[in-house]
């Protein structure tokens, strides 16, 4: 059996989350620090390698200022929105954090 790394409760080896606090298991982050000029190029390119499940741009001071959830087929006019927004925070922000979270592996 396996335990949540969160909250320590045990989970069944085919869950996707947690059942007591939510979170996502089988789930690797990488986190990337970036200039405002290079944010929307960095998403970008996160979004064309196909792994990525979720998108977290934060603020110099580690708030979060925007979460993309990144499914199977993103592509053309349902990035519109979240690139819009994306420029916004890139002309208010000088760095940016960018988490990204990435399914594991399969063994």
């Known amino acids: 059996m396996l335990y949540c790394s969160v909250c320590g409760k045990e989970v069944s080896e085919n869950a996707n989350f947690c059942s007591n606090c939510g979170y996502a298991l089988g789930m690797v982050e990488e986190t990337f620090s970036v200039s405002s000029n290079d944010l929307i190029q960095k998403v ?3 979004i064309h390698e196909g792994n990525v499940t979720n998108i977290i741009i934060k603020n ?3 708030k ?4 993309i959830p990144v499914t199977i087929g993103v592509i053309g006019a349902v990035l ?4 819009a927004a994306i420029e916004a925070i890139a002309a208010l922000a000088t760095k940016c ?3 990204v979270q990435r ?4 063994p």
């Open 44 to 46: 970008k390119e996160l």
């Open 60 to 62: 110099e001071e580690g």
């Open 64 to 67: 979060t200022l925007l979460e």
């Open 80 to 83: 519109v929105p979240w690139l």
């Open 97 to 99: 954090t960018i988490v």
């Open 103 to 106: 399914r594991k592996p399969s």
